[in-house]
């Protein structure tokens, strides 16, 4: 009993130390690994998915944004030459159900630029 330790009441034997090496059968460990390759895949899949449409969707606002700046450079050009556009006066005048507004000329209500902020 010199080789032995004595352990909370329970004999130990020398040698190595840790886990032992667990004896599962080879075909369910690849059927495990099979079935974690899927989930990893299916995963993949989804993420593409997600940032596929986050890029759609910042492609459109980059033409919404895109549209509503050369509309403000028309109008700008506008007052270079001395005209006054329609839309403009209408703003001015509080008249915006008077003025004609095309789906192009008209101001997103929910962008950043069409709310009016106060502080």
Do not use: F, H
Request: include cysteine; glycine fraction near 6%.
């Amino acid at each position: 009993m010199d080789d032995k330790k004595m352990v909370a009441g329970k004999v130990k034997k020398p040698g190595k130390r840790g886990r032992k090496p667990a004896k599962i059968d080879l075909k369910a460990k690849l059927e495990r690994s099979r079935q974690s390759a899927r989930e990893c895949r299916a995963r993949k899949k989804l993420r593409y998915q997600y940032l596929e449409e986050l890029v759609s969707s910042k492609e459109r606002a980059i033409c919404a944004l895109r549209e509503e700046m050369d509309m403000y450079k028309q109008w700008c050009l506008a007052m270079d030459q001395g005209k006054i556009p329609s839309e403009i006066k209408a703003l001015l005048t509080g008249d915006e159900q008077k003025a004609p507004q095309s789906s192009s000329n008209k101001i997103p209500k929910n962008s950043k630029y069409g709310q009016n902020k106060t502080s």
